[in-house]
């Protein structure tokens, strides 16, 4: 069963981890967010794709949610003492990959050549595409100005304002090699319970994506990012609160409009309608939940197939 899923952040990693515990890794397809890449001190960080490596090659770091488990952090005291900035933590195990990739990408070559090398290199077998291989940038107008993800994210946590959100240079992108395809020949597609605004929005601005959603003969099912009337992990809570979106399901479908034929909804929450529903605990905590919640997506779409 070929599934092709969208997806970006933490909440991301954790649903493609659960989907490679029911279905063979060859049959997974990761289209993964790029929005916040950025360069920093020369180096092009990736940090959706790398958290989506580390995580499916068990290395990554569970308490921090990016970055890997067995990490040091010489490189960073010492660019520290030197005056560099360090508002931005770039373990020396992780700099190996942005070092790789930045150096690959002055060749000339494709972020989704390195990224599919990287992965294979880290015994991942699934697919891990990024949306295109030009650059987007996604930006936040908010009470502070008009802020880079990072600076956003990281250095300011998330407290500005954010009025809207732009994804710089998404017009002039191109989705990555077999991005359409992925879609168009999937059994299934599946939308991970990543922020929809920061992490989704990004990759349905590439020309081509949205339109493949709305296209595609397969099945596209959602798990909704909200869990017992909250968002778990990052800002989705206050972002939709400032962008002025009520904190539910039906603000999540209708968000994503019609390109969805169904959504994965925690055990107490609302159902929006018009929509193909499951319900199940969505909180991921640990193999099992993951495991779980994709099956219980796999299965909705299963359904709305059949
Ligand atoms: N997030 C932080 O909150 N602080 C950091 O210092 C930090 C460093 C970092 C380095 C590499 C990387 O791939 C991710 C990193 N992140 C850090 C997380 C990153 O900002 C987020 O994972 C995504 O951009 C949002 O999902």
Known sequence: MKVTVLTGGVGGAKLVLGLLQVLPAADVTAIVNTGDDFRHIGLHVSPDIDTLLYTLSGKANPALGWGRADESWNFLDTLRAMGGPDWFALGDRDLALHVLRTARLAQGQGLDAI??????????????????NDCVATQLDTDEGRLDFQHYFVARRCTPHVRQVHFDGADAARPAPGVIAAIHGADAVLVAPSNPFLSIDPLLAVPGIADAL?????????????????????????????????????????????????????????????????????????????????????????????
């Open 214 to 306: 709305v296209a595609t003969p397969a099945p596209v099912v959602a798990i909704s990012p909200i869990i017992a009337g909250k968002a778990v992990k990052g800002p989705t809570a206050k972002l939709m609160a400032e962008l002025g979106i009520a904190l539910a399901n039906r603000s999540i479908a209708a968000h994503y409009g019609a390109w969805i034929d169904g959504l994965v909804i925690d055990l107490g929450d609302d159902a929006p309608p018009g929509l193909a529903i499951a319900r199940t605990e969505t909180l991921m905590r640990d193999h099992a939940d993951k495991a779980r919640v994709a099956q219980v997506a796999l299965d909705l779409a299963a359904s709305i197939a059949g």
């Open 115 to 132: 990224t599919a090398d990287f992965a294979r290199a880290m015994g991942i077998g699934a697919a891990i595409v990024p949306m295109t």
